[in-house]
């Protein structure tokens, strides 16, 4: 792993579905699959698929997330579309990734430094 978390590169993890409508907005779709899940669909009425909306600024993130910039430069890019209103951007961006990554929606590579 690299010393700085900021050179961390996040990437949409491969078969995760996703869609963006006419307003920007990103719903992930995830599928509930396992033993645990199928109990919970007959018993709970859980769906089988859970719809994840995104907000605006996770939206962006989420569509600028190549696999190629890491945290500092999809920071320069949300600035530049954002201005002021972001801020402290990569206070919120190292957050907002960690939170992704902690439900699977995310995968790592190490910085290029």
């Known amino acids: 792993m690299?010393?700085?978390y900021l050179e961390r590169i996040p990437m949409r993890p491969e078969?995760?579905?996703w869609e963006i409508d006419d307003e920007n907005i990103v719903t992930l779709s995830i599928e509930n699959k396992g033993f645990a899940n199928k109990i919970a669909q007959k018993l709970l009425k859980k769906p089988k698929i859970s719809y994840i909306h995104?907000?605006?600024l996770g939206s962006f993130v989420w569509?600028?997330?190549d696999?190629?910039?890491d945290i500092i430069e999809l920071g320069e890019m949300v600035l530049e579309?954002?201005?002021e209103k972001?801020?402290?951007v990569y206070e919120r961006l190292a957050k907002y990734l960690q939170i992704l990554s902690?439900?699977?929606f995310v995968n790592w590579k190490d910085g290029k430094k």
Do not use: Q, V
Request: a negative charge.
């Open 2 to 4: 690299s010393k700085n």
């Open 15 to 17: 078969g995760l579905m």
């Open 54 to 56: 995104l907000d605006e």
């Open 63 to 65: 569509t600028i997330m």
């Open 67 to 69: 696999g190629k910039a």
């Open 81 to 83: 579309h954002f201005g």
């Open 86 to 88: 972001c801020e402290p």
């Open 102 to 104: 902690s439900y699977g």
